[in-house]
């Protein structure tokens, strides 16, 4: 008899073991991406191209995949900033009704977003990290949809380390302003200064203004 129960627990021990390996492979596998919109000036002009953006991704993520988009304003480290969220399900038929809602809330959060006027990237990228860290996804990635051109309000502190270890920073649709046009150094030196800041403290950094090329991202 003790042999018998010896070998039923070998069983249920390789038994665990599999199932383990198999969630910690799944987890390995599964994506997360959290969006950032600029929603300050002008740059609300761009929120269509932003919207195609969150339609291409919802389009191309599984079950198991974190989404969530987040808008960059004047106080940008928030959960209140997080207009849509969502982990998708096993089932097709779920996730298929979680795409559509959350379709509709981006929707919703597009039609009433405002100018702010102020735009902290650096809040907006300290939410993003503490979001993905918390779903301890496989692969995680920030999309960055903006100018670049931080502007902090008065009383506001960010001189906060960005931790973007492990993490893919791609910034998005990087429009030239009107200052650009007369001094290309301007934007050149702005999008360096944010490749130094994400790349020092372990993340990757790419800039990709071609948004026909989204598959380059999201295969």
Avoid at 116 to 140: R, W
Avoid at 179 to 191: H, K, Q
Wanted: glycine share 6%.
């Amino acid at each position: 008899m003790s042999r018998q129960w010896t070998m039923i627990a070998g069983l249920v021990t390789a038994l665990a073991t599999i199932l383990l390996a198999a969630c910690g492979e799944s987890r390995a596998h599964n994506r997360g991406i959290y969006m950032l919109v600029d929603t300050s000036g002008t740059y609300t002009r761009e929120l269509d191209k932003a919207q195609q953006v969150i339609n291409y991704t919802l389009a191309r993520l599984q079950p198991g995949d974190t989404f969530a988009v987040a808008s960059i304003n004047t106080a940008s480290f928030s959960e209140k900033n997080i207009h849509a969220k969502v982990t998708f399900d096993d089932r097709p038929s779920v996730t298929n009704r979680q795409k559509q809602a959350f379709q509709q809330s981006v929707a919703t959060f597009v039609d009433d977003a405002r100018p702010a006027e102020y735009t902290d990237i650096t809040g907006g990228l300290l939410q993003a990290i503490e979001f993905l860290n918390e779903k301890d996804p496989g692969h995680k990635t920030i999309f960055l949809f903006s100018d670049l051109k931080e502007e902090i309000k008065a009383g506001y502190n960010r001189d906060v380390p960005l931790d973007l270890q492990g993490f893919d920073l791609v910034a998005l649709n990087v429009t030239k302003l009107r200052s650009d046009n007369v001094d290309p150094n301007e934007y050149l030196e702005r999008i360096s200064r944010w490749q130094e800041r994400v790349e020092e403290t372990g993340g990757t950094w790419r800039v990709l203004n071609d948004l026909g090329q989204l598959e380059a991202i999201l295969p």
